[in-house]
């Protein structure tokens, strides 16, 4: 019965978290190099690496703390992170592409 609040409080603390760590990120990218549109895989990269490892910490403990022990956890957590980290990582060509023209025919 804990994994669905779980999941939904997480979800609600770690999409907050992420948004405000992007713009963390854009404010530093934007001071350093003086172009807002500028380094937008590493906003995106950085703040939902961040903000993946904050959901797969806070999502295992609220989901299974106390039911597993420590080792058990840290080892949910460690693999938890590994997927969220390739896909993340797969979705950045595409997610940062330019979209394509439109031809005028």
């Not at 190099?33 to 797969?56: E, P, V």
């Not at 022990?69 to 590994?82: C, E, F, M, P, R």
Request: hydrophobic share 50%; with cysteine.
């Amino acid at each position: 019965p804990r994994i669905m609040p779980a999941g939904l409080i997480v979800y609600a603390i770690v999409q907050k978290f992420d948004v405000w760590m992007y713009h963390v990120w854009w404010k530093m990218t934007e001071n350093r190099c003086g172009d807002s549109k500028r380094f937008l895989w590493f906003r995106n990269n950085a703040s939902t690496l961040l903000s993946q490892f904050l959901n797969a910490v806070l999502f295992t403990i609220g989901a299974f703390g106390g039911v597993y022990d420590i080792k058990t956890l840290i080892q949910i957590i460690t693999v938890s992170y590994l997927i969220f980290i390739v896909t993340s990582l797969a979705d950045t060509p595409i997610g940062t592409m330019k979209p394509l023209p439109l031809s005028s025919d």
